[in-house]
């Protein structure tokens, strides 16, 4: 930092919110501090395949902010770290951050080595728990900071990647470190959590393997993902002839997430296209209550909707159920037809809403305001802001949009304090 401590702004969460609005003040001139809970930076767009609106997959704008943070030396960063405590006002904060230990240092090189040696294996949030990974391991291949991370809950230390390792890069010993912070202002972007599916018992995710969420998709479509991007049924690993997409899973639902998280539609859309371009022939069928495809994307959704072999069927899915065979029987009322009907298809995918991480994880400090939906306002009188899917649900467009004015909010009360 370079003294003036007022003059900063800590920007909490890592994904494209964050980065775009750390970005934007650092390349002002203004010092700035990244705060992330994984130990990457990128996000949950660095586990799609592709994004809207150019259907491009996410290194193409990661890649560009991750080479802005490198060459910027206003912008510093902690991964593996959480805010625990914020105190102050608007133009004057102390921030407490706690640092979590990674047991891996910057002179890590990714040779493999430890991650061959390791006996240990974890579950691999990455990709949805559809892979494992060893205890030791690469977030994903095009991870920032590049080096590799020790899950602490799977490792037993056993020490056999500091044997193996020729840089010193481990440190098994390494402690828990406590930051403290003094900013000027607080951009809160931690974002969105898929709803947990599990909720929703009558659609059958946990219980049948072939029932997924749209965000495990994203990781089965993805080339870096657990199956190098080919579209297989978890219960086999055969391609499936027949998919069937679950509109508002748990969204739109008194007993769930009663709100629309707007970005459903168009991804399910988006991931039909991905199954058509692997499989022609598959047949595809979404169930939705009512399809939105705002603005620009009304065309896409025509795109799609003459594919061959996709159909669109109003109405919600009440019920799915597993045949010997792991056949699914996805049953609804067809509300255009005012009759009830059953489908069986090879795997269905639930579209799963946004929640916010705010439900679970406050923000630390006083006079916080949350809507009914546990989604974040700007605190009243300024210097906290809310950013992207911490404000409502948001496509990345609009997030990097929606940050960008937060960083606007954040220099104004730095400079005007």
């Known amino acids: 930092m370079n003294g003036k401590t007022t003059q900063s702004v800590l920007v909490v969460g890592g994904g494209m919110s964050g980065l775009t609005a750390a970005v934007e003040i ?7 501090v990244i705060v992330e ?7 949950r767009v660095a586990q799609l395949h592709q994004y809207f609106p150019k259907l491009c997959p996410p290194y193409c704008g990661l890649e560009i902010n991750f080479r802005r943070i490198k060459d910027n030396p206003h912008i510093k960063f902690f991964t593996s770290a959480e805010v625990e405590k914020i105190l102050g006002q608007a133009g004057n904060f102390d921030v407490t951050i706690k640092i979590k230990p990674r047991y891996v240092n910057n002179n890590c ?9 390791c006996p240990e294996e974890r579950t691999d949030e990455f990709n949805y728990g559809l892979s494992k990974t060893k205890a030791i391991y690469l977030p994903h291949e095009m ?14 230390k056993c020490g056999k990647c500091v044997e193996v390792c020729p840089y010193n890069a481990i440190d098994l010993n390494e402690e828990v470190k406590t930051v403290d912070l003094k900013v000027g202002a607080i951009i809160w972007a931690t ?3 898929p709803y947990d599916a599990t909720k929703m018992d009558k659609l059958g995710f946990g219980k049948y393997p072939n029932v997924i969420t749209n965000v495990m998709m994203e990781r089965l479509a993805a080339v870096n993902g657990p199956t190098k991007g080919k579209i297989l049924r978890p219960s086999d690993h055969k391609p499936p002839k027949s998919i069937a997409f679950v509109q508002c899973a748990g969204s739109r639902d008194e007993n769930h997430l009663p709100y629309c998280s707007a970005i459903c539609c168009l991804a399910s859309m988006k991931q039909a296209n991905y199954i058509k371009e692997q499989y022609p022939d598959a047949k595809i069928y979404i169930f939705y209550i009512d399809l939105r495809a705002f603005g620009r994307f009304e065309d896409f959704y025509n795109r799609i909707k003459e594919l ?5 069927i109003k109405g919600k899915v009440a019920n799915i159920t597993e045949t010997k065979d792991k056949t699914l029987i996805v049953e609804a009322e067809e509300a255009l037809a005012a009759k009830k009907i059953k489908q069986e298809v090879e795997m269905v995918v639930l ?15 006083e006079g916080v305001v949350y ?13 906290i802001y809310a950013a992207g899917c911490s404000k409502r649900p948001m496509d990345v467009a609009s997030c990097v949009q929606d940050a960008t004015g937060a960083a606007i909010k954040a220099i104004q009360t730095i400079v005007r304090r």
């Open 26 to 32: 650092g390349e002002v001139g203004y010092d700035v």
């Open 351 to 365: 579209a799963t809403g946004m929640m916010p991480v705010t439900t679970e994880e406050k923000v630390p400090a």
């Open 371 to 383: 809507d009914e939906f546990n989604f974040l306002s700007d605190l009243e009188d300024g210097g």
């Open 37 to 43: 809970r994984r130990p990457y930076l990128g996000g």
């Open 308 to 312: 061959e072999n996709v159909s669109f």
């Open 191 to 193: 974002g969105w959590k």
């Open 143 to 156: 991870a920032f900071p590049a080096k590799y991370a020790i899950d602490e809950t799977a490792c037993n």
């Open 109 to 117: 090189t990714i040779c493999g080595k430890c991650v061959e040696a």
